[in-house]
């Protein structure tokens, strides 16, 4: 990273949802992943976040969709980049997502993303894609993948200094034009946040030795679903993986449950319209909403069949995603 003079940026990040899921740390404190994951970047659903250094200003202030709330998290990370920066400014920043906050619809990735890019610009770094993304894991794991666009690749790493663990590209919308529809069923924020859900799972979960042996080997086959554009054998893996997450969450003391009976009515409409020869399946994050990939022909059909099922409060839907990018 190199110096640049300026003290105030706008970024933009874009969500994402992991196909193969990340869930579970090696290192707690820079957020190490304990296993590698791969994810879309969707279009539809993002996070605008403004940063401003002020010499002279005694705090730092976050405001997230025009609320105050406790800077502490976000010192810490800011901490990192004036440190890099060699600056000792406080700063201003003001968040605003364009979909619900905390609900599942990883706000948190698409925050911190946003977050690393405006705060690395605004303190005159000029951070590379790959040193951004090891920035944004700082803040949350998943928001690695955030700073790309399309289908992205977030490796686990195995440096204890995290050097290693940050995401890369593999495929963008022009090479495989995917669709996803999120069935949102509860707007509320949840009430166990992910990085208190996955803390300490080696103790906590008897499944979790399991989930991390065969991680590589999920990760290997969603790679060569998507290096041959198999659509089918994509959303299966998909559909396998949340399945499997969601079963680690069950297993865990004191169990995670995050499904409600909404989510439960959209899986199985996914499974409905699949026997009858829609190609489309499901993921769900740590949170209630059902997210519904397909191609987009079929888009119309799985938001038209999501929408009506009752319980689903909201439908949005998005095609892929591009990188973070700057705004202003
Ligand atoms: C279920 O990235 O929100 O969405 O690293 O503790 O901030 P922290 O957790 P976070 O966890 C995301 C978990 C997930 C699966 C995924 O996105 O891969």
């Not at 993002?46 to 709330?69: C, L, M, N, Q």
């Not at 065969?214 to 559909?239: K, S, V």
């Amino acid at each position: 990273m190199s110096a640049r003079s300026t003290h105030s940026c706008t970024a933009r990040a874009h969500s994402n949802i992991a196909l193969i899921k990340y869930w579970g740390k090696r290192d707690d404190r820079l957020k190490l992943p304990a296993v590698g994951s791969i994810s879309m970047t969707l279009d539809a659903l993002y996070t605008d976040t403004r940063v401003s250094f002020f010499p002279g200003a005694e705090h730092d202030s976050v405001d997230i969709g025009g609320r105050k709330v406790d800077p502490a998290p976000f010192t810490a990370f800011l901490d990192r980049v004036r440190a890099r920066a060699g600056i000792d400014y406080r700063a201003r920043v003001e968040s605003w997502n364009n979909f619900p906050t905390g609900a599942g619809l990883a706000s948190s990735a698409s925050g911190f993303a946003a977050l690393a890019l405006a705060a690395s610009r605004a303190a005159g770094l000029e951070a590379n894609p790959r040193a951004l993304s090891i920035l944004a894991r700082q803040g949350s794991g998943s928001a690695a993948r955030s700073i790309f666009g399309g289908l992205v690749e977030m490796h686990r790493g195995t440096r204890d200094d995290g050097q290693d663990a940050f995401a890369e590209p593999i495929a963008n919308s022009a090479d495989w034009p995917l669709e996803v529809i999120v069935a949102i069923t509860e707007r509320a924020p949840k009430t166990v946040n992910s990085s208190v859900g996955m803390s300490g799972l080696a103790e906590r979960s008897d499944y979790y030795d399991a989930w991390v042996l065969h991680a590589e080997d999920d990760l290997a086959a969603m790679r060569e679903a998507i290096g041959g554009r198999d659509f089918e054998a994509l959303g299966a893996l998909a559909e396998m993986s949340c399945l499997k997450l969601h079963g680690l969450m069950l297993s865990t003391r004191p169990g995670l449950l995050y499904w409600n009976p909404a989510t439960v009515a959209a899986m199985q409409a996914v499974r409905a319209l699949r026997s009858e020869g829609v190609p489309v399946y499901f993921t769900i994050d740590a949170g209630p909403q059902v997210k519904a990939i397909c191609e987009p022909e079929h888009a119309a059909t799985v938001e038209q069949a999501l929408a009506a099922v009752p319980g689903v409060l909201d439908t949005r839907r998005s095609a892929l995603g591009p990188a973070a990018y700057v705004l202003d």
